[in-house]
């Protein structure tokens, strides 16, 4: 082991200089598994210019269907997709939807000495020899520790609630480049550019445990406390209960209660450790509109089903966790404000993204099926979302609330809804990043976020932040996991929980939130 102190230049020529770093990763969460996979390699050239410095890097993932790869050259993202048959395609991504190697250096560098870990901790594997530091990344807290030798050059783990992370210097150089096929940049898509990496000076000394003044110095002026590197999955905090799913619009199977959810809620169910039972609702959600009586006397069946404490007399539910998606929180709220049913004090509503203002998405299909003039990438990306015209029954009543396609009547079930859903709502989650996580459904809502005609960036692709929360004030929100009233950078599709859970950002876990929620 190296015993040297080491500079802030000499950190920075040591990073700069390395021919290549190779980040092996382990998820300990299911549903933060990238394409399928918990463990995998994501390999880094380092590019200096002077004291300013950036990261490219590729990753791989084959599946059964297509090998995934992500490459970051120059600030920019590119993803291909090259199927079985041979076919590539490519196309950019935002980089913020991938974690920042240069910010995690600097993470790395912030990191300070802590005593040891508390007696709650997940087991770490760290060298003996070696001091414990913590940082935040992504809003995660992670304990560090870390090797160097004339052999294998430094080796640093990072190790977090849901993930570790061994950082590797190498001697074998790459070069990573753009994909030779790949296209522009789109205008609402910018790369991130090189800067100065921001070091202190003697982090790597105490991370590898090496003998010097200035290490005596920092372990002595550190705070004494032990870090707590919680477990990946949450335990149920009040009282587990039967639970009922219901969807969004644009399905069209009407066959009541299923154990599954058709892929919609991903697997969900998984993820529940308050839900005793669990079961999802099949409604037909495209020639029935949210205010429709039929469809509200449907939800209140199927709910008054859940749990035997429900008076089927008085139509209340009880002891039973309601989960509505979209549309869905609509329909129940429409249910409860028409007295079809009411929700006792024992039952939850938990409610993701519910366009309860209505969605100009919809107004946007409507002007196109009417002939209005529109750019032809808008007029695709509704097509893409919401389906070709004419538009469907239920779409036709999801018009914005106010707006030239609503009616009086309209406007005033639109509130309602907000009035039921302000008394009875337990907790909520509303998207304010169209981007969201990486997915099948990331480009669509790209497109959704960006051309169509919504009355704030603040959207999830389809509903806009300020129609989600209603009458609920904007403070209420807050945008990390442990928030019960989650702001989430998060797409429409993301929030019905089958893409899963970013890796490090802490306003992209839509299920860690309900998993840890109630």
């Known amino acids: 082991m190296f015993h040297t102190r080491y500079t802030h230049q000499r950190v920075l020529r040591e990073l700069q200089s390395s021919p290549s770093l190779r980040l092996v990763f382990h998820v300990n969460r299911p549903s933060m598994q990238v394409h399928g996979h918990s463990d995998f390699e994501v390999l880094v050239q380092p590019v200096a210019s002077g004291d300013a410095v950036h990261f490219n890097g590729v990753v791989s993932f084959t599946d059964e269907a297509a090998t995934h790869t992500y490459a970051m050259v120059d600030g920019a993202v590119y993803y291909t997709l090259k199927s ?31 005593d040891g870990l508390d007696a709650a901790s997940q087991a770490i594997a760290c060298p003996a020899e070696s001091k414990l530091l913590q940082t935040t990344y992504g809003g995660e807290d992670f304990v560090l520790c870390g090797t160097k030798s004339e052999a294998s050059g430094l080796n640093l783990h990072a190790f977090g609630s849901d993930l570790s992370v061994d950082i590797v210097t190498s001697t074998e150089p790459v070069v990573i480049e753009k994909p030779p096929n790949a296209e522009s940049l789109p205008s609402e898509i910018a790369p991130t550019s090189a800067s100065t990496l921001t070091v202190s000076t003697n982090f790597y000394d105490v991370l590898v445990g090496a003998a010097s003044d200035s290490v005596s110095r920092v372990l002595s002026s550190a705070d004494s406390h032990r870090a707590l590197v919680s477990e990946a999955s949450c335990s149920c905090k009040s009282t587990p209960r039967p639970c009922i799913f219901f969807h969004g619009m644009d399905f069209e199977d009407d066959s009541g209660l299923h154990d599954e959810s058709a892929k919609y809620f991903g697997d969900i169910q998984k993820h529940a450790p308050c839900c ?228 490090f950002d802490n306003a992209k876990k839509p299920v860690k939130w309900f998993e840890c929620l109630l």
């Not at 079985?84 to 995690?104: E, I, N, Q």
């Not at 099949?282 to 429709?292: I, P, S």
Request: charged residues 15%; contains cysteine; proline residues 3%.
């Open 84 to 114: 079985a048959d041979g076919k590539s395609t490519v196309t950019t991504v935002d980089p913020s939807s991938l974690p920042s190697v240069k910010g995690a250096i600097e993470a790395i560098a912030a990191a300070k000495p802590i």
């Open 276 to 503: 005793t039972t669990t079961k999802f609702a099949y409604v037909n959600t495209v020639d029935y509109g949210w205010n429709n009586a039929t469809l509200a006397k449907k939800v209140c069946n199927y709910a008054l089903e859940m749990s035997s404490n429900s008076d089927s007399k008085s139509r209340t539910i009880e002891d039973t966790i309601i989960v509505s998606h979209s549309m869905g929180n609509l329909m129940l709220g429409h249910a409860i404000a028409t007295s079809e049913c009411q929700l006792g004090a024992s039952s939850s509503w938990v409610a993701l993204s519910g366009p309860l203002k209505g969605s100009m998405g919809s107004d946007f299909q409507l002007d196109v099926c009417g002939g209005g003039n529109a750019a032809e990438d808008a007029i695709k990306a509704v097509g893409s979302l919401f389906g070709q015209c004419p538009s469907s029954l239920a779409r036709q009543v999801l018009t914005y609330q106010g707006g030239k396609h609503s009616s009086e009547t309209l406007n005033q079930q639109y509130t309602a809804v907000q009035k039921a859903h302000e008394e009875h709502v337990t907790a909520s989650m509303c998207g304010s990043s169209f981007s969201g996580l990486l997915s099948g459904d990331y480009l669509n809502f790209l497109a959704g976020g960006s051309l169509l005609p919504h009355k704030s960036l603040e959207n999830d692709g389809v509903v806009e932040f300020q129609s989600c929360i209603g009458n609920l004030p904007a403070t209420k929100f807050g945008g990390d996991y442990t928030s019960q009233y989650y702001k989430a950078k998060l797409n429409h599709a993301d929030m019905s929980f089958h893409n899963g859970d970013a890796l």
